[in-house]
């Protein structure tokens, strides 16, 4: 009876990390999808991916690891009518105008936002 419970916890443990790790969202920000050329390996979590990479869309209309790369939202957000009219991008999309960049805690991902 012991053996049983031993690997059903061994499997069960098994499972929970395998999950986890398809999960695990790493810090950073995706390059913009056009920039993603990779299209052969394809990843569901940023824990699939090694080192600093994430899973990020590429342009083959998939998501792929590709190395993160920093958002220039400007010291006020990246609202309209900044100083500084960059284009503010989110996880390799353009945001509009109006929008800025922000965390979504639901998705754990960054995206643009309404101002």
């Known amino acids: ?3 049983s419970l031993l690997a059903f916890a061994v499997v069960l443990i098994l499972l929970v990390a395998g999950t986890f790790s398809q999960t695990f969202y790493k810090s950073g920000n995706c390059p913009m999808r056009n920039t993603v050329s990779n299209c052969g390996s394809r990843c569901i979590g940023d824990g699939q991916c090694p080192f600093n990479q994430k899973c990020c ?50 998705t754990r991902r960054d995206k643009c936002t309404r101002v």
């Open 1 to 3: 009876m012991n053996r």
């Open 57 to 106: 869309p590429n342009k083959c209309g998939f998501t792929s690891c590709a190395d993160t790369s920093p958002v220039n939202t400007g010291s006020d957000g990246g609202y309209k009518g900044s100083s500084n009219q960059q284009a503010v991008y989110c996880n390799g999309v353009k945001c509009a105008a109006y929008e800025k960049c922000q965390y979504d805690r639901n």
